[in-house]
Every structure is written in structure tokens, then in C-alpha cells.
């Protein structure tokens, strides 16, 4: 991959980073409005089906590896767009090896457990990516703003003491600093939604009678809290972004900037895991040659013993497999299959560049309904506003 893309990536997602040990107030040091110098949805989009792509092709390695894994954590107020950053994010992935978890208010036999015991259930295995749509963060973010939910928890005395929200800071790291070490690389996201859009996003919810499903009066009685909250993620992001496992505070009040961000930190995680397609070795190179000999003798009278065999790489054009012999006519055998390798390998990256081209084709064509469908979307919405005259300023999300 291009060292230039992989360097843009990392320069445009440094600003949404936390800086391990600093001390951070969400409000004075993260804005939720930011689009960096994209002006316009248009202009981000070409950002985004490259972050997309990437995620296509890292994950299909990450997968072949089987070494690694990646949990992506996304932390937010209701109405951040949580749900559509991730149906976006994931686009391009093979659902095979992506999994959703999403947590809500503990079950009975969740609250019977010490608190990470839920999320430990549900993490990814190696060549896995998993999200956590809501985390373990909802331990030091509701449960803190809402302390009956402690008290739900039915700790021990010793452990319920003022200094509840450290220990848990700490345990959360000690966690995450074990799941790392073991391979496990965790990419954290808070998107950070201002109390106006917000607002009015709920009041979409309430006017669109699409959205009315997504829209509960509980969510927004919470928007008494919102203070508590931001005081909650202040002390989140300052205790547990750490050098292994730092938060970014993704701007959610563009949700297509929001997007674009959420695509670019797990892109750079994956470059950073850099997971390769596992090498044949020169052993089980053979043992294919043996099998395929094995296969072709087994073609019924008149078929070909190998419709393949045209593209195939014959194990003799391998340097690191070719016999040492020096006769002429071995020589001459091998400078033959040389080339007929080489011209089946070009015929091969032929193909891989028509795919490519033509996926990344589709690619756009989906992202150009999107633009469609969030086009569509926007007129309904200034249609409702123009109609009702209700729906206040920028409603069009
Ligand atoms: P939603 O994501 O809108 O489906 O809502 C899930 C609800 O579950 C939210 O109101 C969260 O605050 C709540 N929730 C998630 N985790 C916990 C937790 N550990 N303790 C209490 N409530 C939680
Ligand atoms: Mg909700």
C-alpha cells in the first residue's frame, strides 16, 4: 500500500486523538462541529471509500493471519449516530469476520457477575474484528451518572467506596493493557455530539413519523444530565486514554465527517497491525504438486485433468524451490516454466486490477446512493420544516 496514503491517514486522525496522560475537558478541548478542511460532504467522500477500501483489504489479511484481533469500541449520547457509523464503517468487510455486540441495561444473570464479565464474553478472537456498539465504558459513564445502577451491582462494601470510578479506571486499563499484549489491538471511539444538534436530531425523530421508532421520551429526559456527562467523559478520556489503548473523540455533528473519522482511526489500526496473507512454504508447496498430480489422474475420459493448469505457478519457478540441477535440458525446462509462470502471474494481477476496479466502481456507486438517500432525506426534511414551519435551522442529517 501506497506509504503516502497510510501517512495522510495518520496526520488526519492525530487530531482526534487523546494524548495519553493529559488531563482533557470534552467541551473546551474537542469540537463537535470540526470537518478538518473538507468544506463539503462531496469533498469527503473520495476520503472515505479510500479508508472503506482499505478496511477491505486488511481485514481479508487479518483474517488469513488468524494472529490478531481488533475491538472497536464506540462510546456516545443517544442520537450521536452510532448505529450509522458503524452500518458505514463496515461497508466494505466481509460479515464473516466482523461481529456487533451491543450492550443495554444488564440482564439478571450479567449484574450476578463482577462488571467486566459481559463484555469479556463478547470479545473477538484473532482475525476478528469486533465492535462494541455501548462498552465497558457504560460502567464509568451511566453507572456514574445513574449511581442506582451501582447499587444494582450488589458489591461488596469494600468495594463501593469514593474511590469506585479510579478503581474501575484502573481495572479498565489493566484489561485492555492484557487483551494488547496478547494481541488484541482495541481502537476506541467517543463520538462527541453538541446539546443543540442533539436537540435536534430528537426533534427529527419526533417530526419524521420514519425516525418516530428510534425517538423515546427516556432519551430525552437524560438531556437533564448532560452536564454530568460531559464531566463523565472529561474524567473517561483523561484516566484511561492510554499508549496502548488511546480513545479519539470523533466530531459527530457532520454524521459524514463522523463517518469519515470513524473509518480513518480503524484504518490506521490496521495498517499499524500491517497482517499478511500467510506464505506457502516450500514443504507444503510440494504437497499440493503431489495432491494435484493425485487430482489430475482422477479426470473422467474427456475432461481436462486441470482446467487450471494455465495459471498455475509450477513449484519450479520458485527460486526458493527450484532443484540445484545444472543439466541443459533441466535448465532449458525451467527457463520454460519461468515464463509460463510469469505470464499466468500477469494474466493474474490482470484480473485482480479488473476486480478491484470493478469493486471499487460499486463502492462508489453505493456511496453515491447514500449521498442520494441523505439528499432525499434533506428535501423531506426541508419539505416538513417549509409544511410545518417547525422543525428549527439545520434538521437535513
Ligand atoms: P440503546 O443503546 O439506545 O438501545 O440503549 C441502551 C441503554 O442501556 C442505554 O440507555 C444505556 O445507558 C443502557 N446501558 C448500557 N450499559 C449499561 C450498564 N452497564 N448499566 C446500566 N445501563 C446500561
Ligand atoms: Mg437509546
Not at 116 to 143: A, C, K, M, Q
Not at 208 to 233: C, G, M, V
Not at 235 to 255: F, G, N, Q, R
Not at 266 to 287: C, G, M, Q, S, Y
Request: proline share 5%; charged share 35%.
Amino acid at each position: 500500500m501506497a506509504d503516502d496514503t497510510q501517512r495522510r491517514i495518520a496526520e488526519f486522525i492525530e487530531p482526534l486523538r487523546v494524548t495519553p496522560g493529559s488531563k482533557v475537558t470534552l467541551a473546551k478541548d474537542f469540537d463537535p462541529g470540526y470537518k478538518a478542511d473538507f468544506v463539503k460532504k462531496k469533498d469527503g467522500l473520495e476520503f472515505l471509500q479510500r479508508g472503506v477500501e482499505l478496511m477491505t483489504e486488511y481485514q481479508a489479511r487479518l483474517a488469513a493471519q488468524d494472529t490478531y484481533g481488533v475491538l472497536v469500541v464506540i462510546q456516545a449520547l443517544d442520537a450521536a449516530g452510532k448505529d450509522g457509523t458503524i452500518r458505514h464503517v463496515m461497508s466494505g468487510v466481509n460479515p464473516q469476520g466482523v461481529f456487533v455486540h451491543s450492550f443495554k441495561v444488564p440482564s439478571a444473570e450479567e449484574i450476578n457477575h463482577d462488571y467486566l464479565w459481559r463484555y469479556t464474553r463478547d470479545l473477538p478472537g484473532r482475525g476478528e474484528i469486533g465492535i462494541f456498539n455501548r462498552s465497558h465504558y457504560e460502567e464509568v459513564l451511566v453507572v456514574r451518572v445513574h449511581p442506582e445502577n451501582l447499587t444494582r451491582q450488589r458489591l461488596p462494601k469494600e468495594a463501593r467506596g469514593r474511590d469506585v470510578w479510579k478503581r474501575r479506571y484502573r481495572d479498565i486499563n489493566d484489561w485492555e493493557r492484557h487483551l494488547a499484549d496478547n494481541g488484541f489491538k482495541i481502537v476506541k471511539l467517543l463520538l462527541n455530539l453538541s446539546q443543540e444538534e442533539q436537540r435536534i436530531r430528537f426533534l427529527r425523530r419526533i417530526d419524521l413519523p420514519d425516525h418516530n421508532w428510534k425517538f423515546s421520551a427516556a432519551d430525552a429526559h437524560e438531556r437533564t444530565y448532560w452536564s454530568d456527562y460531559q464531566k463523565a467523559f472529561s474524567e473517561m478520556l483523561t484516566a484511561t486514554s492510554t499508549e496502548w489503548a488511546p480513545w479519539y473523540v470523533i466530531p459527530a455533528d457532520h454524521k459524514w465527517f463522523a463517518r469519515i473519522c470513524a473509518s480513518a482511526v480503524i484504518a490506521n489500526a490496521l495498517i499499524e497491525i500491517d497482517p499478511h496473507f500467510p506464505r506457502v512454504t516450500a514443504e507444503a508447496h510440494k504437497a499440493l504438486e503431489a495432491t494435484k498430480v493425485e487430482l489430475e489422474a482422477q479426470a473422467p475420459k474427456g475432461a481436462a485433468p486441470d482446467p487450471f493448469a494455465s495459471a498455475a505457478v509450477p513449484a519450479a519457478a520458485e527460486p526458493r524451490d527450484a532443484p540445484q540441477k545444472t543439466g541443459k535440458k533441466t535448465r532449458k525446462k525451467a527457463a520454460k516454466a519461468a515464463k509460463k509462470a510469469k505470464k499466468a502471474a500477469e494474466a493474474e494481477k490482470k484480473e485482480r486490477e479488473r476486480v478491484e476496479q470493478a469493486d471499487r466502481l460499486a463502492g462508489r456507486e453505493t456511496e453515491k446512493e447514500t449521498l442520494r438517500e441523505d439528499e432525499r432525506e434533506a428535501r423531506t426534511v426541508e419539505r416538513e420544516t417549509e409544511a410545518g414551519g417547525e422543525v428549527a435551522g439545520k434538521g437535513a442529517h
